[in-house]
C-alpha cells in the first residue's frame, strides 16, 4: 500500500507506540491529544500536530481514534470540533477504543451517512504488545474495507481477525476483557498462595507459565507483580471502565456473569485506595495489604 496521510487521536500508552509504527511505515500522520506535550516525541519523530480532532482530520485518508471512554469516542467524532465536521468523503475512520458496542453502531449509521466508511478495531496486547508491533485486532465493519485495511493494520499488529458487522469488533473486546478479568484474580491468588506457603515465586513461575495455567497475564504481568512494577501498560481506572460495558452488555442480553462481577468488585476496590492510574497487575495489592 502507498504512503497514506493518517490523523490518529488520542497518543497515550498504546496509540503512542502505534503511532511510532506508522510513522517509520513511511505514512504521514498527525496527532491530536489533550495534552501537546504528551506528544513532542511523536513530533521530533515526524508527526505533525492538529489543534482539535477536527483540523487533524481534514483531508485525511484514514482517521484512527484511540482515547479513554465512549463519551470520548463520542466527542471526538461527534463533537462540535469532531472528526465528523471535517472528514473527507470517502475516509477510513477506525476507533480503536475499547468502548460500547451500540456506540460502535451509532459511529456506523453516522458516517454511511457522510459517505464515510466506519471500523470499530478495539486491540489486545497491552503496551508490550504495541511497542513490538503485535497487538490482536479485533474489527467489526465492512470486510471489503477491513481488507484494504489490512497492510496499515500489519504495521503494528500480528493477529488481525476480522469479526462480523459493525459492533462485532467491540462485542469480541468484551469476551477479551472478561478472560483478562477473571484471569488476573486467577493469577494473583496463585501469588499470594505461593508466598504463604514459602515458596519462590520466581520458581513457581518457571513451573506453571509453561504448563496448563499458561497465559500472557501470567507470563508478562506476574513478573511486574514480583519486582513490584505497578506502572500501566493499561491503566485500572480504563479496565474497569471495560468490565462495565461487558456487564451492561451481559445484563441487555439477560446473562449472568459472576466472575466478571467479582473482579469488578475487586477493582474498584483498589480504585478507591487510589490505584486508578496503575497497571492492571496492580490487584496484587488486594492480596498484599
Excluded at 17 to 43: M, Q
Amino acid at each position: 500500500m502507498e504512503a497514506k496521510q493518517i490523523a490518529f487521536i488520542g497518543t497515550g500508552v498504546m496509540g503512542a507506540s502505534i503511532v511510532k509504527h506508522l510513522l517509520k511505515a513511511g505514512h504521514s500522520v498527525t496527532v491530536n491529544t489533550r495534552t501537546k506535550s504528551k506528544a513532542e516525541p511523536l513530533l521530533a519523530l515526524g508527526a505533525t500536530w492538529g489543534a482539535t480532532p477536527a483540523e487533524a482530520s481534514e483531508q485525511k485518508d484514514i482517521i484512527f481514534t484511540m482515547v479513554g471512554y465512549p463519551k470520548d469516542v463520542e466527542e471526538v467524532y461527534c463533537g462540535e470540533q469532531g472528526i465528523f465536521s471535517a472528514a473527507k468523503e470517502g475516509a477510513i475512520v477506525v476507533d480503536m477504543t475499547t468502548s460500547e458496542p451500540t456506540l460502535a453502531l451509532k459511529l456506523h449509521s453516522i458516517a454511511q451517512e457522510k459517505g464515510l466508511h466506519s471500523i470499530d478495531a478495539p486491540v489486545s496486547g497491552g503496551d508490550i504488545g504495541a511497542q513490538n508491533g503485535t497487538l490482536s485486532l479485533m474489527i467489526g465493519g465492512n470486510q471489503e474495507i477491513v481488507e484494504y485495511m489490512r497492510p496499515i493494520f500489519e504495521t503494528f499488529g500480528a493477529n488481525i481477525v476480522y469479526q462480523g458487522t459493525a459492533g462485532a469488533g467491540q462485542h469480541t473486546k468484551m469476551c477479551n476483557q472478561i478472560v483478562i478479568a477473571s484471569g488476573m484474580v486467577g493469577v494473583c491468588e496463585a501469588m499470594a498462595y505461593g508466598l504463604k506457603a514459602g515458596l519462590s515465586l520466581e520458581e513457581v513461575l518457571k513451573s506453571i507459565s509453561s504448563g496448563a495455567a499458561g497465559s500472557w497475564s501470567l507470563s508478562n504481568l506476574a513478573p511486574r507483580m514480583l519486582s513490584g512494577d505497578l506502572e500501566p501498560g493499561f491503566y485500572i481506572k480504563h479496565f474497569i471502565k471495560d468490565m462495565k460495558i461487558a456487564l451492561d452488555e451481559a445484563e441487555r442480553m439477560n446473562l449472568q456473569l459472576p466472575g466478571l462481577a467479582l473482579a469488578k468488585q475487586l477493582y474498584d476496590t483498589l480504585l478507591e485506595q487510589g490505584y486508578g492510574e496503575k497497571g492492571t497487575q496492580a490487584l496484587i495489592k488486594y492480596y498484599s495489604e
